[in-house]
């Protein structure tokens, strides 16, 4: 348990790879704020999960396309836990068409979300990590981070900013024992991309489980998903000793992906 006593904020962590890796620090005993959408039922059902792995959970509705509850988030954690010594930037949405139909309205709520957000949070976090004297970082970007694909114009700018954003706050902390990194995931079979596979699906009249196929075939060459846990399994990791030099990377876990 190499992080009790430690307090992570995940944010959208009410499903998906931000679930798997609020259960992977729990595991490892950090007390976790939970942030995401989701009815009062799953909400609890999700606190109940993370509980049982022996931590304290808070909970917040906090909605990372406003800036003003960003800022409200990271001191609401403050104000729960009195720390947020670990800082998951994870909260993401996809906006799929091409530039020339891309709605501007779109454009902005990916970059607020997937970019802008995580500049706030870290922001807000970093004076309480200097005062702890411990900090760790983990911006949640994509293989999209790395390469492009058409039709994502604004999740693309958003990841490439995000992996750059990371570099840049690594160097400010290098001196500190307070490190931020990027984890890259390929695709992960998770309510975001099953939006995805369902379009891919209506789109070319193909059942599921061949719009899956495809969706694999297409980019990641292991053919196979990779899972929240083991995102949540780096993501851990990234906060032991071990990684206490490990200062502005960014790590793939994308079947092969960006190997191409
Ligand atoms: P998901 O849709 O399963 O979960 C997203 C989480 O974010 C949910 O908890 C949701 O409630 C929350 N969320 C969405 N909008 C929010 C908002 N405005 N404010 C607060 N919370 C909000 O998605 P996921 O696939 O688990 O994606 C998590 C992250 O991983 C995203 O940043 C995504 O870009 C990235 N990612 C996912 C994949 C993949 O294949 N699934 C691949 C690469 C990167």
């Known amino acids: 348990m190499s992080l009790k006593g ?22 490892q005993g950090a007390n976790i704020m939970l942030n995401g959408f989701g009815d009062g039922e799953t909400i609890a059902k999700v606190r109940r ?22 800022e409200a988030l990271v001191a609401a954690t403050v104000k729960e ?3 947020v010594d670990i800082l998951v930037n994870n909260a993401g949405i996809q906006h ?10 779109a454009w902005d709520r990916v970059i607020q979300i997937n970019l802008t957000s995580c500049f706030q949070s870290m922001r807000a976090a970093l004076p309480h990590m200097k005062k702890r004297g411990w900090g760790r970082i983990i911006n949640i970007a994509s293989a999209h ?8 114009s604004a999740y693309v700018a958003a990841k490439h900013g995000l992996v750059g954003l990371t570099k840049v706050v690594a160097l400010e902390t290098a001196t500190l ?42 980019k990641q ?40």
């Open 96 to 105: 799929v068409a091409n530039v020339d139909e891309f709605p501007l309205d």
């Open 177 to 218: 024992p307070i490190t931020a990194n990027t984890i890259c995931p390929g695709w992960v079979l998770t309510p975001l991309v099953q939006k995805q596979i369902d379009a891919l699906a209506e789109r070319k009249g193909i059942s599921g489980a061949a719009a899956k196929d495809e969706l694999l075939s297409e």
């Open 145 to 152: 981070g790395i390469v492009a694909s058409a039709g994502k």
């Open 81 to 83: 836990f009195g720390a």
């Open 221 to 260: 060459p292991s053919k196979e998903f990779a899972t929240p846990e083991q995102i949540g399994g780096l993501a851990a990791f990234l906060c032991s000793p071990a990684a206490d030099q490990i200062r502005g990377s960014n790590f793939s876990i994308d079947g092969g992906w960006t190997a191409q």
């Open 6 to 27: 430690r307090t992570a904020l995940v944010t959208g962590s009410t499903s998906g790879i931000g679930l798997g890796i609020a259960k992977a620090l729990a595991a």
């Open 49 to 70: 999960e993370v509980e049982t792995l022996g931590v304290k959970t808070g909970y917040s509705a906090a909605d990372m396309s406003k800036p003003a509850d960003v």
